[in-house]
């Protein structure tokens, strides 16, 4: 790698740091910098991974007052993205890359129109606990489930996890969305982490050093220069980026 293509690479650590604390997707644009510089599909999506978990913590941290009493739920959610990026990190040593071609595009659509009806999910689901006494922070098997189902997804991969997440916490939790996006971030490091310990415990020589310092040290950046803007940006607008970005993912991956 020349100084101009590392200072590609870094600057797209950045990029991705900032947008995956806002919303996610950030792999959509280290991974294909990544393949554009010459390194094979699987050695960038592990070393990308890798280095992204800084980006998460960073991220993770400048949310951390929209975090507070979010304790009870996080408790049960992130074992499901634990379980869930394992599972994901051995599909993508052993499945082919277009094993997931087909449906993540419709996962990611389904997430941005979750996310657009929002407001009126919220609203019944209020009602809904309003009817049967349940608390506001109460964590129901759908979320469960669907949270295991994108921690697969995001050890396999990852690009607009984020919106994923934000899409299906939003549509069950009576939470605002900044607060489902705190929580959003807390559960996409968790599936980076873990993916990333997995690959380096099953396939270290697909790891790649320089790339994972660059991204790393980019995306640390990233995420603190995200969580600032994240959180000043109202509920509407945080919505309508959330929205443009799952579009965008899904036009990306469509047409590459």
Same mark, same amino acid.
């Given at each position: ?8 690479v870094f600057a797209a650590g950045i990029a991705a740091g900032t947008i995956n604390a806002v919303v996610g997707s950030g792999t959509l644009i280290t991974?294909?910098? !990544?393949?554009?510089?010459? @390194? ?37 959610? %992130?074992?499901?993205?634990?379980? /869930? ?20 595009? $419709? !996962? ?5 129109? !979750? ?14 606990? $309003? ?19 994108? /921690?697969?997804?995001?050890? @396999? ?38 993916? $990333? ?31 600032? %803007? /994240? ?7 945080l919505r309508g980026v959330v929205a443009l970005v799952g579009i965008v993912a899904v036009i990306r991956l469509l047409t590459s």
């Amino acid at each position: 790698m020349d100084p101009w293509q590392a200072a590609a690479v870094f600057a797209a650590g950045i990029a991705a740091g900032t947008i995956n604390a806002v919303v996610g997707s950030g792999t959509l644009i280290t991974f294909p910098t !990544l393949l554009a510089v010459g @390194y094979p599909p699987v050695t960038a999506n592990v070393s990308n991974n890798i280095g992204l978990v800084f980006g998460g913590m960073t991220g993770t941290w400048g949310y951390r007052r929209e975090l507070e009493g979010q304790a009870h739920r996080l408790r049960r959610l %992130v074992p499901m993205s634990l379980v /869930g990026s394992i599972v994901g990190a051995l599909l993508l040593l052993r499945l082919p890359p277009s094993a997931f071609a087909a449906i993540v595009p $419709a !996962l990611i659509l389904f997430s941005v129109v !979750l996310v657009l009806i929002q407001p009126r999910l919220a609203v019944a689901v209020q009602k809904r606990r $309003a009817a049967t006494g349940r608390p506001g922070d109460h964590v129901g098997v759908l979320a469960m489930v669907a949270t295991l189902a994108a /921690g697969v997804y995001g050890g @396999y991969f990852g690009a607009a996890q984020g919106v994923l997440l934000i899409g299906i916490l939003g549509a069950v939790l009576d939470e605002s969305l900044q607060r489902v996006n705190a929580a959003k971030n807390a559960l996409s490091l968790v599936v980076n982490l873990v993916a $990333a310990v997995t690959f380096l415990v099953v396939r270290p020589q697909a790891v790649d050093w320089h790339v994972v310092a660059l991204i790393a040290v980019g995306s640390f950046i990233g995420g603190v220069l995200g969580a600032r %803007v /994240g959180r000043s940006l109202s509920p509407a607008v945080l919505r309508g980026v959330v929205a443009l970005v799952g579009i965008v993912a899904v036009i990306r991956l469509l047409t590459s």
